[in-house]
């Protein structure tokens, strides 16, 4: 089939550096979407819009439709983002009762293998921490992916030569859509979003800016009361059951706690918004809003629609808009943990080969640059010879000086004063002790003479002498009994020495006390 390729204005002429090529795919039941843009961090101007029809949802079909658009659209060249469709995987809303991500993340990969009936090594799993609650617990969004649907999506992306940045949820990426599109200003409310598509409907519920709630729901015809989602006819909306299956949303939504909603906001293929705002609306008698995904594109200067912009209106474009504008923003990643550790050494390898480079190129600058000076260097060098010599006799006094001035220093540090002896002989002597006379002898030798009211008190004295770091060495040289008035007195004498040097001018004399 031949695709007719339309474009809303005249191609402008481009500078001669574009800015990087972005892509964002989807592979739905009946298409893949592709939306390409320029720029980044923001900067975004959309390029291409392009669908293709699936046959069916086998692998040779996906495969071959995948490498038409990698063929038309150079998307093997730029960087690719890709969705996991919300029906693909498990979403669940978890209080953590922590709100440190060290914690979160822990907590997280112990509830994450309780979801599903499956070990721990068949799934994988990420998470978004949506908003911290009163109570110190922390509201997170999980999603949990069975190891073999993520294995298809990439085996399918790896047959077409793509091999994408970033596996992100659709979910997190439409609601950040509209919140950025909303704006920081808007009120805050609790709304239902739904992005009506090709036989599918994801409907969320948005409370104050924050993704609370999350259901995929097919709208494909129904047979017997079977959804029969293999047929290729023309889409439709089935509304009875768009119907019940917000009815649904809204019961879960009250089981969680969160608020009621206050309007309904459509986006997605505009041409089924006229007939699902008047039944959305009387049926559940709230303000039912518009926005169509398709006006963001007008903005640009320079954009293809393939097939024409007509073909757009019955598919929706909102999610992939939130993947292309704000994948820096996007915190959950599907991508597989080795597959995150194979790039992160081939990163790392990168960085080592051109730190090298850098390094060996600085290493020949340097060589070059040290040879073309060097005899200027070596004439530098002989007038500093010569200039040391001639201050060589001055030098060697200033480092005789200084040598002499750290010796005083040194020597000084290790003198105390005999305030200080004082001091801690007052402090060690017991209460029951008076010193009759303080001697140092010779200013290294202390003798103590006294009289205790026991033997005990005195070999107290003796035990704390030793234990004072002032001094060393400590022994009795003597020690009577004498009856005074009828009670008992010993009269001693002990001597120890300094282990520090102490500046006393008492010399040999005793002092009393």
């Known amino acids: 089939m031949k695709i007719k390729l339309t474009r809303t204005k005249k191609k402008v002429k481009r500078s001669k550096k574009k800015a990087p090529l972005i892509s964002a795919l989807e592979i739905t039941d009946r298409y893949v979407k592709l939306l390409q843009a320029r720029g980044a ?49 498990t979403m669940r809303y978890l209080s953590i009762p922590s709100t440190d991500p060290d914690e979160i993340g822990k907590m997280v990969s112990l509830q994450a293998a309780k979801q599903l009936p499956y070990p721990a090594e068949e799934i994988i799993y ?20 069975h190891r073999d649907v993520v294995k298809r999506s990439l085996d399918l992306l790896g047959s077409a030569g ?4 970033m596996v992100a949820l659709d979910a997190e990426s439409l609601a950040l859509w509209y919140t950025r599109r909303k704006g920081p200003k808007a009120p805050a409310a609790t709304e239902a979003l739904i992005e009506l598509d090709a036989d599918s409907a994801e409907i969320e519920i948005i409370e104050s800016g924050h993704l609370v709630l999350s259901r ?30 917000l009815e649904k949303t809204l019961l879960i939504s009250k089981k969680e706690n969160i608020k009621e909603i206050e309007r309904i906001v459509l986006t997605g293929a505009g041409d089924y918004f006229a007939k699902a705002k008047d039944a959305l609306g009387s049926h559940f008698h709230l303000p039912v809003e518009e926005l169509d995904s ?19 209106k019955k598919v929706s474009f909102g999610s992939l808009l939130g993947l292309i504008k704000y994948s820096e923003s996007l915190q959950i990643d599907l991508i597989p943990p080795e597959v995150r550790e194979v790039r992160a050494t081939l990163v790392a390898r990168r960085e080592v080969v051109r730190v090298a480079a850098f390094f060996v190129s600085a290493v020949m600058i340097f060589a070059a640059s040290a040879w073309l000076n060097m005899s200027n260097k070596e004439r530098c060098l002989l007038r500093l010879d010569a200039e040391l010599k001639r201050n060589e006799g001055v030098v060697n006094r ?47 030798i202390l003798l103590l003479r006294g009289t205790s009211g026991s033997m005990s008190e005195a070999l107290e004295l003796l035990s704390t002498l030793e234990e004072s770091p002032f001094f060393t060495d400590a022994k009795m040289k003597y020690a009577t009994k004498r ?11 002990l001597s120890s020495s300094l282990t520090v040097d102490a500046d006393l001018k008492v010399g040999d004399e005793e002092t009393d006390i």
Not at 47 to 74: H, K, M
Not at 216 to 245: F, H
Not at 294 to 312: C, K, T, W, Y
Request: a negative charge; hydrophobic letters at 40%; glycine letters at 4%.
């Open 41 to 89: 961090k923001g900067a975004i101007d959309i390029t291409t819009v392009a669908i293709r029809p699936l046959a069916s949802n086998s692998d040779n079909d996906v495969t071959t439709v995948l490498n038409q658009l990698c063929d038309e659209f150079d998307v093997r060249k730029s960087s690719v983002y890709f969705h996991i469709p919300r029906k693909a995987l």
């Open 398 to 444: 200033v480092s005789k000086m200084v040598r002499n001035i750290d010796t005083i220093k040194e020597q000084l540090s290790r003198r105390v004063s005999a305030i200080d002896v004082m001091r801690e002989i007052y402090r060690i002597t017991p209460q029951g002790v008076s010193l009759v006379s303080i001697d140092f002898a010779e200013g290294k």
């Open 126 to 145: 990420d998470h978004v921490k949506v908003k911290d609650e009163p109570n110190g617990y922390a509201k997170v969004l999980l999603a949990i992916a």
């Open 294 to 312: 398709i006006e963001e594109f007008a903005v640009s200067p320079d954009l293809l629609f393939s097939p024409g912009r007509e073909s757009m």
């Open 483 to 493: 009856m005074v008035k009828g009670v008992e007195l010993t009269d001693f004498e």
């Open 162 to 165: 793509i091999d994408p940045r």
């Open 216 to 245: 995929s729901a097919s709208l494909a015809p129904e047979e017997g009361g079977q959804i029969d989602t293999g047929k290729r006819s023309e889409s439709s909306l089935n509304l009875e059951r768009l119907i019940r299956e």
